[in-house]
Protein backbone atom coordinates (compact mmCIF):
# COMPACT_ATOMS: atom_id res chain seq x y z
CA UNK A 1 0.00 0.00 0.00
CA UNK A 2 1.68 3.15 -1.62
CA UNK A 3 -0.24 5.41 0.33
CA UNK A 4 0.86 4.09 4.18
CA UNK A 5 5.03 5.21 2.99
CA UNK A 6 3.65 8.75 2.88
CA UNK A 7 4.52 11.15 5.78
CA UNK A 8 1.85 11.73 8.49
CA UNK A 9 1.51 15.33 8.43
CA UNK A 10 -0.50 16.92 11.17
CA UNK A 11 -1.44 20.88 11.08
CA UNK A 12 -0.55 22.27 15.13
CA UNK A 13 -2.20 25.18 15.99
CA UNK A 14 0.26 26.98 19.13
CA UNK A 15 -1.14 28.92 22.27
CA UNK A 16 0.88 31.68 20.78
CA UNK A 17 -1.27 32.29 17.52
CA UNK A 18 0.86 29.98 15.48
CA UNK A 19 0.48 27.06 13.12
CA UNK A 20 2.95 24.89 11.78
CA UNK A 21 3.00 21.29 10.27
CA UNK A 22 4.58 18.20 11.85
CA UNK A 23 4.91 14.61 11.26
CA UNK A 24 2.74 11.89 13.41
CA UNK A 25 3.18 8.77 13.91
CA UNK A 26 1.00 6.10 11.94
CA UNK A 27 -2.31 5.93 14.55
CA UNK A 28 -2.92 2.87 16.49
CA UNK A 29 -6.21 1.77 15.80
CA UNK A 30 -8.31 0.92 18.81
CA UNK A 31 -10.39 -1.37 19.29
CA UNK A 32 -13.62 0.14 18.46
CA UNK A 33 -11.56 2.27 15.78
CA UNK A 34 -11.33 2.39 12.33
CA UNK A 35 -8.04 4.30 11.00
CA UNK A 36 -8.96 6.45 8.05
CA UNK A 37 -6.86 7.89 5.39
CA UNK A 38 -8.36 11.82 5.34
CA UNK A 39 -8.52 12.83 1.91
CA UNK A 40 -10.78 16.43 2.46
CA UNK A 41 -10.69 18.29 4.82
CA UNK A 42 -12.43 21.93 4.72
CA UNK A 43 -11.19 24.71 7.15
CA UNK A 44 -13.54 26.03 9.22
CA UNK A 45 -13.62 29.86 10.74
CA UNK A 46 -13.22 28.63 14.58
CA UNK A 47 -10.01 27.35 13.31
CA UNK A 48 -8.80 30.62 11.98
CA UNK A 49 -9.73 31.74 15.56
CA UNK A 50 -8.05 29.24 17.40
CA UNK A 51 -5.12 30.55 15.57
CA UNK A 52 -5.50 34.19 15.90
CA UNK A 53 -6.95 34.29 18.81
CA UNK A 54 -6.28 31.40 20.86
CA UNK A 55 -9.73 30.80 22.21
CA UNK A 56 -13.47 30.62 21.05
CA UNK A 57 -15.34 31.54 24.64
CA UNK A 58 -13.90 29.39 27.31
CA UNK A 59 -12.33 27.03 25.10
CA UNK A 60 -8.65 28.04 24.96
CA UNK A 61 -5.79 26.53 23.60
CA UNK A 62 -3.50 25.67 26.16
CA UNK A 63 -1.18 23.39 24.48
CA UNK A 64 -0.40 22.62 20.76
CA UNK A 65 -3.35 20.14 19.49
CA UNK A 66 -3.87 19.60 16.13
CA UNK A 67 -6.86 21.28 14.06
CA UNK A 68 -9.54 19.63 11.87
CA UNK A 69 -12.94 18.65 12.55
CA UNK A 70 -14.60 18.75 8.06
CA UNK A 71 -12.85 15.40 6.85
CA UNK A 72 -13.87 12.76 4.91
CA UNK A 73 -11.24 9.21 3.86
CA UNK A 74 -11.19 5.88 2.93
CA UNK A 75 -10.74 2.78 5.74
CA UNK A 76 -7.30 1.82 6.13
CA UNK A 77 -7.58 -0.51 9.06
CA UNK A 78 -10.57 -1.90 11.24
CA UNK A 79 -10.63 -2.06 14.78
CA UNK A 80 -11.36 -5.78 16.18
CA UNK A 81 -14.83 -5.07 17.73
CA UNK A 82 -15.77 -2.98 14.46
CA UNK A 83 -18.70 -4.90 12.36
CA UNK A 84 -20.01 -3.08 9.79
CA UNK A 85 -16.78 -1.32 8.16
CA UNK A 86 -14.08 -2.74 5.78
CA UNK A 87 -10.97 -1.78 4.46
CA UNK A 88 -11.59 0.46 1.65
CA UNK A 89 -14.68 1.65 2.44
CA UNK A 90 -15.33 5.14 1.71
CA UNK A 91 -16.50 7.45 4.56
CA UNK A 92 -17.17 11.14 6.09
CA UNK A 93 -16.29 11.47 9.84
CA UNK A 94 -18.09 12.84 12.34
CA UNK A 95 -16.17 15.04 14.93
CA UNK A 96 -18.36 15.14 17.98
CA UNK A 97 -17.27 11.73 19.76
CA UNK A 98 -20.17 11.83 22.49
CA UNK A 99 -19.40 9.72 25.70
CA UNK A 100 -23.03 7.35 24.80
CA UNK A 101 -23.68 7.11 28.89
CA UNK A 102 -25.28 10.68 30.07
CA UNK A 103 -28.85 11.77 30.22
CA UNK A 104 -28.53 13.81 27.49
CA UNK A 105 -27.12 11.41 24.89
CA UNK A 106 -29.52 8.60 26.22
CA UNK A 107 -32.28 11.31 25.10
CA UNK A 108 -30.67 11.14 21.97
CA UNK A 109 -29.52 15.07 22.72
CA UNK A 110 -25.88 13.84 22.20
CA UNK A 111 -25.02 17.07 21.00
CA UNK A 112 -25.22 18.57 24.32
CA UNK A 113 -22.56 15.43 25.74
CA UNK A 114 -20.75 17.19 28.58
CA UNK A 115 -18.27 14.62 27.61
CA UNK A 116 -17.81 14.81 24.09
CA UNK A 117 -14.56 14.97 22.76
CA UNK A 118 -14.80 17.26 19.32
CA UNK A 119 -11.80 16.70 16.88
CA UNK A 120 -9.77 19.78 16.64
CA UNK A 121 -11.78 21.43 19.47
CA UNK A 122 -9.14 21.59 22.67
CA UNK A 123 -8.32 19.95 24.61
CA UNK A 124 -8.84 16.96 21.80
CA UNK A 125 -6.67 16.51 18.25
CA UNK A 126 -8.13 16.82 15.42
CA UNK A 127 -8.07 15.58 11.66
CA UNK A 128 -6.16 17.70 9.99
CA UNK A 129 -3.34 15.06 9.35
CA UNK A 130 -2.98 12.17 6.57
CA UNK A 131 -4.28 9.13 8.76
CA UNK A 132 -6.09 9.72 12.41
CA UNK A 133 -7.72 7.19 13.77
CA UNK A 134 -11.73 8.02 14.58
CA UNK A 135 -14.42 5.38 16.15
CA UNK A 136 -16.14 3.62 13.98
CA UNK A 137 -19.62 4.80 15.44
CA UNK A 138 -19.09 8.44 14.42
CA UNK A 139 -18.17 7.11 10.89
CA UNK A 140 -20.84 7.10 8.04
CA UNK A 141 -20.55 5.23 4.80
CA UNK A 142 -20.66 7.54 1.44
CA UNK A 143 -21.69 6.64 -2.18
CA UNK A 144 -19.32 5.84 -4.45
CA UNK A 145 -20.97 8.33 -6.40
CA UNK A 146 -20.07 11.46 -4.10
CA UNK A 147 -16.64 12.87 -3.98
CA UNK A 148 -14.25 13.34 -0.92
CA UNK A 149 -14.38 17.20 -1.22
CA UNK A 150 -18.51 17.04 -0.81
CA UNK A 151 -18.45 14.49 1.76
CA UNK A 152 -15.95 16.92 3.75
CA UNK A 153 -18.86 19.44 3.16
CA UNK A 154 -20.86 17.39 5.06
CA UNK A 155 -20.22 18.77 8.37
CA UNK A 156 -20.78 22.41 7.68
CA UNK A 157 -24.34 21.19 6.40
CA UNK A 158 -24.85 19.28 9.00
CA UNK A 159 -24.64 22.35 11.26
CA UNK A 160 -27.29 24.24 8.84
CA UNK A 161 -29.56 20.78 8.72
CA UNK A 162 -29.52 21.00 12.54
CA UNK A 163 -30.54 24.55 12.31
CA UNK A 164 -33.46 24.53 10.06
CA UNK A 165 -34.52 21.52 11.57
CA UNK A 166 -35.22 23.22 14.77
CA UNK A 167 -37.03 26.24 13.13
CA UNK A 168 -39.02 24.17 10.97
CA UNK A 169 -39.54 26.61 7.69
CA UNK A 170 -42.57 25.45 5.46
CA UNK A 171 -43.20 25.85 1.81
CA UNK A 172 -43.49 29.80 0.80
CA UNK A 173 -42.41 30.83 4.25
CA UNK A 174 -40.38 33.91 4.06
CA UNK A 175 -36.95 34.14 5.88
CA UNK A 176 -33.84 35.78 6.18
CA UNK A 177 -30.71 34.10 6.38
CA UNK A 178 -27.73 36.73 8.63
CA UNK A 179 -24.25 36.46 6.95
CA UNK A 180 -23.00 34.91 3.80
CA UNK A 181 -20.24 32.52 5.13
CA UNK A 182 -20.20 29.28 4.38
CA UNK A 183 -22.52 28.18 7.45
CA UNK A 184 -24.92 31.23 6.13
CA UNK A 185 -24.80 29.45 2.34
CA UNK A 186 -24.99 25.80 4.24
CA UNK A 187 -28.20 27.02 5.84
CA UNK A 188 -29.62 28.83 2.61
CA UNK A 189 -29.61 25.65 0.97
CA UNK A 190 -31.06 23.69 3.26
CA UNK A 191 -33.56 26.01 4.11
CA UNK A 192 -34.57 26.26 0.31
CA UNK A 193 -34.83 22.54 -0.19
CA UNK A 194 -37.33 22.77 2.52
CA UNK A 195 -39.34 25.04 0.78
CA UNK A 196 -38.62 28.43 2.22
CA UNK A 197 -39.14 31.12 -0.03
CA UNK A 198 -38.52 33.79 -0.67
CA UNK A 199 -35.15 33.80 0.91
CA UNK A 200 -33.42 37.36 1.47
CA UNK A 201 -29.33 36.75 2.53
CA UNK A 202 -27.71 39.76 4.38
CA UNK A 203 -23.96 40.29 4.54
CA UNK A 204 -21.38 43.15 5.39
CA UNK A 205 -19.52 42.85 2.04
CA UNK A 206 -21.19 43.60 -1.66
CA UNK A 207 -18.37 41.45 -3.06
CA UNK A 208 -19.71 38.53 -0.93
CA UNK A 209 -23.33 39.20 -2.14
CA UNK A 210 -22.27 39.43 -5.58
CA UNK A 211 -20.69 35.92 -5.41
CA UNK A 212 -24.36 34.65 -3.22
CA UNK A 213 -26.28 35.93 -6.48
CA UNK A 214 -24.15 33.42 -8.60
CA UNK A 215 -25.11 31.01 -6.41
CA UNK A 216 -28.64 31.09 -7.39
CA UNK A 217 -29.96 33.15 -4.19
CA UNK A 218 -30.50 36.69 -5.99
CA UNK A 219 -32.52 38.73 -2.84
CA UNK A 220 -29.46 39.98 -0.88
CA UNK A 221 -29.01 42.90 1.14
CA UNK A 222 -26.15 44.51 2.11
CA UNK A 223 -26.36 46.12 5.98
CA UNK A 224 -25.84 48.84 6.96
CA UNK A 225 -24.87 49.45 10.93
CA UNK A 226 -26.74 52.41 11.17
CA UNK A 227 -30.26 51.67 10.22
CA UNK A 228 -32.49 51.65 12.99
CA UNK A 229 -35.49 49.32 13.15
CA UNK A 230 -38.22 51.15 10.78
CA UNK A 231 -35.83 51.56 7.73
CA UNK A 232 -34.25 48.09 8.62
CA UNK A 233 -38.02 46.37 8.10
CA UNK A 234 -38.41 48.66 5.07
CA UNK A 235 -35.26 47.88 3.13
CA UNK A 236 -36.06 44.43 4.01
CA UNK A 237 -39.94 44.76 2.55
CA UNK A 238 -38.49 46.07 -0.79
CA UNK A 239 -35.66 43.10 -1.04
CA UNK A 240 -38.39 40.13 -0.02
CA UNK A 241 -40.53 42.07 -3.07
CA UNK A 242 -43.40 40.69 -1.80
CA UNK A 243 -44.84 42.86 0.57
CA UNK A 244 -43.61 40.62 3.28
CA UNK A 245 -41.37 40.18 6.12
CA UNK A 246 -39.20 37.32 6.95
CA UNK A 247 -40.78 34.81 10.07
CA UNK A 248 -37.74 32.80 10.31
CA UNK A 249 -34.15 34.83 10.64
CA UNK A 250 -31.30 32.14 10.42
CA UNK A 251 -28.50 34.43 12.44
CA UNK A 252 -25.27 33.14 10.79
CA UNK A 253 -22.64 35.56 11.84
CA UNK A 254 -22.61 36.04 16.14
CA UNK A 255 -22.66 39.31 15.45
CA UNK A 256 -24.81 41.79 17.90
CA UNK A 257 -25.22 44.60 14.87
CA UNK A 258 -26.61 41.39 12.87
CA UNK A 259 -28.58 39.95 15.85
CA UNK A 260 -29.98 43.05 16.16
CA UNK A 261 -30.87 43.63 12.86
CA UNK A 262 -32.45 40.57 12.50
CA UNK A 263 -34.89 41.20 15.40
CA UNK A 264 -35.69 44.51 13.44
CA UNK A 265 -36.21 42.75 10.13
CA UNK A 266 -38.82 40.33 11.82
CA UNK A 267 -42.20 39.87 11.36
CA UNK A 268 -43.97 39.97 14.80
CA UNK A 269 -44.08 36.53 16.17
CA UNK A 270 -41.42 35.04 14.23
CA UNK A 271 -38.62 33.27 15.63
CA UNK A 272 -34.84 34.16 15.57
CA UNK A 273 -33.00 31.22 15.16
CA UNK A 274 -29.70 32.04 16.63
CA UNK A 275 -26.54 29.67 14.80
CA UNK A 276 -23.57 32.13 15.24
CA UNK A 277 -21.57 32.34 17.97
CA UNK A 278 -20.40 35.68 19.15
CA UNK A 279 -19.18 37.61 22.59
CA UNK A 280 -20.44 35.73 25.48
CA UNK A 281 -22.86 39.16 26.66
CA UNK A 282 -23.98 40.57 23.79
CA UNK A 283 -27.21 42.89 23.97
CA UNK A 284 -30.38 42.05 22.15
CA UNK A 285 -33.70 44.13 22.08
CA UNK A 286 -35.39 41.44 24.46
CA UNK A 287 -38.21 43.73 25.75
CA UNK A 288 -39.19 45.14 22.30
CA UNK A 289 -38.90 41.30 21.22
CA UNK A 290 -41.48 40.72 24.20
CA UNK A 291 -43.62 42.81 23.00
CA UNK A 292 -43.75 41.41 19.55
CA UNK A 293 -43.98 37.40 20.48
CA UNK A 294 -40.50 36.76 18.97
CA UNK A 295 -39.10 33.84 19.05
CA UNK A 296 -35.75 32.88 19.93
CA UNK A 297 -34.70 29.07 18.86
CA UNK A 298 -30.75 28.48 19.44
CA UNK A 299 -29.19 25.42 17.58
CA UNK A 300 -25.90 23.68 18.71
CA UNK A 301 -23.57 21.78 16.30
CA UNK A 302 -25.88 18.22 15.13
CA UNK A 303 -27.26 15.46 15.94
CA UNK A 304 -28.22 12.44 13.82
CA UNK A 305 -27.44 14.18 10.42
CA UNK A 306 -24.85 12.69 8.91
CA UNK A 307 -27.07 10.12 7.29
CA UNK A 308 -30.16 12.35 6.41
CA UNK A 309 -27.38 14.92 4.69
CA UNK A 310 -25.82 12.46 2.99
CA UNK A 311 -28.22 10.91 1.42
CA UNK A 312 -29.69 14.75 0.55
CA UNK A 313 -26.43 15.39 -0.94
CA UNK A 314 -26.37 12.32 -3.00
CA UNK A 315 -29.82 12.92 -4.43
CA UNK A 316 -29.12 16.58 -5.66
CA UNK A 317 -31.99 17.98 -2.82
CA UNK A 318 -29.86 20.94 -2.02
CA UNK A 319 -28.65 21.50 -5.00
CA UNK A 320 -25.08 22.76 -6.17
CA UNK A 321 -23.54 21.99 -2.65
CA UNK A 322 -20.07 21.87 -4.15
CA UNK A 323 -20.26 25.66 -5.46
CA UNK A 324 -19.12 26.03 -1.42
CA UNK A 325 -15.57 25.09 -2.35
CA UNK A 326 -13.73 27.97 -3.54
CA UNK A 327 -9.96 26.75 -2.97
CA UNK A 328 -8.16 23.46 -2.82
CA UNK A 329 -4.79 22.95 -1.49
CA UNK A 330 -2.57 19.78 -1.39
CA UNK A 331 -1.92 18.55 2.55
CA UNK A 332 1.91 19.53 1.71
CA UNK A 333 0.23 23.41 1.14
CA UNK A 334 -2.26 23.05 4.30
CA UNK A 335 -0.51 26.36 5.60
CA UNK A 336 -1.06 28.06 2.65
CA UNK A 337 -4.56 26.97 3.15
CA UNK A 338 -5.14 28.95 5.79
CA UNK A 339 -3.34 31.91 5.39
CA UNK A 340 -5.62 32.02 1.92
CA UNK A 341 -8.65 31.79 4.46
CA UNK A 342 -7.90 34.15 6.68
CA UNK A 343 -7.52 36.79 4.04
CA UNK A 344 -11.16 38.18 3.39
CA UNK A 345 -9.80 39.62 0.15
CA UNK A 346 -9.69 35.73 -1.19
CA UNK A 347 -13.57 36.05 -0.88
CA UNK A 348 -13.14 32.24 0.29
CA UNK A 349 -16.13 30.57 1.23
CA UNK A 350 -14.77 26.79 1.56
CA UNK A 351 -11.04 26.45 1.81
CA UNK A 352 -10.40 22.18 1.31
CA UNK A 353 -7.19 20.46 1.85
CA UNK A 354 -7.27 17.37 -0.24
CA UNK A 355 -4.79 14.14 -0.24
CA UNK A 356 -5.41 11.39 -3.22
P1 LIG B 1 -17.86 33.60 8.61
O1 LIG B 1 -17.16 34.55 9.50
O2 LIG B 1 -17.12 32.94 7.51
O3 LIG B 1 -19.11 34.33 7.94
C1 LIG B 1 -19.83 35.34 8.57
C2 LIG B 1 -20.33 36.33 7.51
O4 LIG B 1 -21.16 37.28 8.17
C3 LIG B 1 -19.21 37.11 6.82
O5 LIG B 1 -19.37 37.04 5.42
C4 LIG B 1 -19.39 38.54 7.36
O6 LIG B 1 -19.06 39.53 6.39
C5 LIG B 1 -20.87 38.58 7.69
N1 LIG B 1 -21.24 39.56 8.72
C6 LIG B 1 -20.54 39.96 9.81
N2 LIG B 1 -21.23 40.87 10.51
C7 LIG B 1 -22.41 41.04 9.88
C8 LIG B 1 -23.57 41.85 10.12
N3 LIG B 1 -23.64 42.68 11.17
N4 LIG B 1 -24.61 41.75 9.26
C9 LIG B 1 -24.55 40.93 8.18
N5 LIG B 1 -23.48 40.15 7.90
C10 LIG B 1 -22.42 40.21 8.73
O7 LIG B 1 -18.49 32.50 9.57
P2 LIG B 1 -19.11 31.02 9.28
O8 LIG B 1 -18.03 30.02 9.26
O9 LIG B 1 -20.06 31.08 8.15
O10 LIG B 1 -19.90 30.81 10.65
C11 LIG B 1 -20.96 31.66 10.98
C12 LIG B 1 -21.22 31.66 12.49
O11 LIG B 1 -21.72 30.39 12.87
C13 LIG B 1 -19.98 31.90 13.34
O12 LIG B 1 -20.33 32.76 14.41
C14 LIG B 1 -19.66 30.53 13.87
O13 LIG B 1 -18.99 30.57 15.12
C15 LIG B 1 -21.03 29.95 14.02
N6 LIG B 1 -21.13 28.48 14.06
C16 LIG B 1 -22.05 27.97 14.90
C17 LIG B 1 -22.23 26.62 14.98
C18 LIG B 1 -23.28 26.04 15.88
O14 LIG B 1 -23.26 24.86 16.13
N7 LIG B 1 -24.22 26.84 16.35
C19 LIG B 1 -21.44 25.76 14.20
C20 LIG B 1 -20.51 26.32 13.32
C21 LIG B 1 -20.36 27.69 13.25
ZN1 LIG C 1 -22.75 11.93 26.87
Same mark, same amino acid.
Given at each position: ??????????????? =??????????? %????? =??????????? $?????????????????????? $???????????????????????? =????????????????????????????????????????????????????????????????????????????????????????????? %??????????????????????????????????????????????????????????????????????????????????????????????????????? %????????????????????????????????????????????? %????????????????????????? =??
Amino acid at each position: REVLTRPNLALWVTK =DHKIYQKEEPY %PSCGP =DDCVVHVKATG $ICGSEIHFWKSGRIGDCCVTHD $IILGHESSGQILEVGSNVQNFQIG =DRVSIEPGVSCWECDMCIRGRYNLCPKVKFSGTPPSDGTMRRFVAHPARFLHKIPDTMSFATAALIEPLSVAYNAVRRAKPYLGQPILICGAG %PIGLATALCARAAGASPIVITDLEQNRLDQVRAMGFDRTLKIDLSWDRLTTASKMREVMGTDCLPQIAFEATGAGSSINSACYALEDGGTLLQIGCGKPDIEI %PLMSMGFREVNIVTSFRYQQSWPVVIRLVAEGVLGDVDALITHTF %PVERTIDAFETCADRSNLAIKVQIV =DE
